[in-house]
C-alpha cells in the first residue's frame, strides 16, 4: 500500500533562513506526489506536485520540492521563510486511485 | 467561482445521534472523498467515489455511510455506531485529468 512518512512533527526556523519540511514516500509504481499546506480550521492549499519530469519542482508561494527516486524522498524547501509560512504541512502520495497523506508537519517561523 | 463547499463550518450535537455532513462541488468532478483529520494523525479517508452510485470504503468507514446520487453531491453520515465521531472532517474532488484535487474548507464536528 502506498504511504509518506513525515518524520518530525515540528520545524522552528527563524525570519529569513531556510526551510525544508521533510518528506519520504513508498509506492509501488511510479510516484505522484503532493504538498499541501493548512492554515487552523481552513482546508488544504494545494503548493506543488510532482508527476514526471524535472526533479526539481517549483510551486505556489515560493515554494519548491526535489524528487529523489533513490531516496523515495519529496523534500519541500524555500529559499527564506516568512512568519506567514507558519502552518501544518502536509505530504501526500497517489496509489490506488487515492491520495495517502503524512502526518503533517507544524512549521513555526520565528520573527 | 468554481469550487467546493462543505457546511456546517461547525457542529455540534449530542452522543447517540445521526448527524449527517454536507458537500457540493461545482467543478463537474467525477471523483470525491472524505477525510477525517485529528492531530498528529495527518488526514485518514473514510469513503470514496469515483462515479455516481458508487462509492468504496477507505481506510476508516466504520462508523460512517455515504450515497452519490447526484455527482455534485457526496453527503456523509456519522452515525451513533462511530466511537469516537469529534474531528475535523475534510471532503475533496478530483478531475480526471493531471491529478487535480480541490478540497473544502472542512467541518469540525464536536460530539457532547
Known amino acids: 500500500a502506498q504511504s509518506v512518512a513525515q518524520p518530525e512533527d515540528q520545524v522552528n526556523v527563524a525570519e529569513g533562513n531556510p526551510l525544508t519540511v521533510k518528506c519520504t514516500y513508498s509506492v509501488s509504481g511510479n510516484p505522484y506526489l503532493f504538498w499541501y499546506v493548512q492554515y487552523p480550521n481552513r482546508g488544504l492549499q494545494f503548493l506543488l506536485k510532482y508527476i514526471t519530469g524535472d526533479n526539481l519542482v517549483k510551486g505556489s508561494y515560493g515554494f519548491e520540492a526535489e524528487f529523489n527516486k533513490s531516496q523515495t524522498s519529496f523534500h519541500l524547501k524555500k529559499p527564506s521563510a516568512l512568519v506567514s509560512d507558519s502552518a501544518l504541512y502536509f505530504c501526500?502520495?497517489?496509489?490506488?486511485?487515492?491520495?495517502?497523506f503524512g502526518k503533517g508537519n507544524q512549521v513555526v517561523v520565528i520573527p | 467561482d468554481g469550487g467546493i463547499t462543505q457546511s456546517p463550518k461547525y457542529l455540534f450535537r449530542k452522543e447517540g445521534q445521526n448527524v449527517t455532513l454536507s458537500c457540493e462541488q461545482n467543478l463537474n468532478h467525477d471523483a470525491m472523498y472524505w477525510y477525517r483529520q485529528d492531530p498528529g494523525q495527518g488526514l485518514r479517508l473514510i469513503y470514496y467515489s469515483q462515479i455516481v452510485n458508487d462509492f468504496q470504503k477507505g481506510d476508516i468507514a466504520e462508523g460512517y455511510s455515504v450515497s452519490r446520487e447526484k455527482k455534485e453531491s457526496f453527503p456523509l453520515t456519522v452515525t451513533s455506531a462511530q466511537k469516537n465521531p469529534t474531528a475535523f472532517y475534510l471532503c475533496a474532488s478530483r478531475t480526471g485529468s493531471n491529478y487535480g484535487y480541490t478540497f473544502g474548507s472542512g467541518t469540525r464536528l464536536t460530539v457532547v
Open positions: 501526500a502520495v497517489i496509489g490506488n486511485n487515492r491520495l495517502a
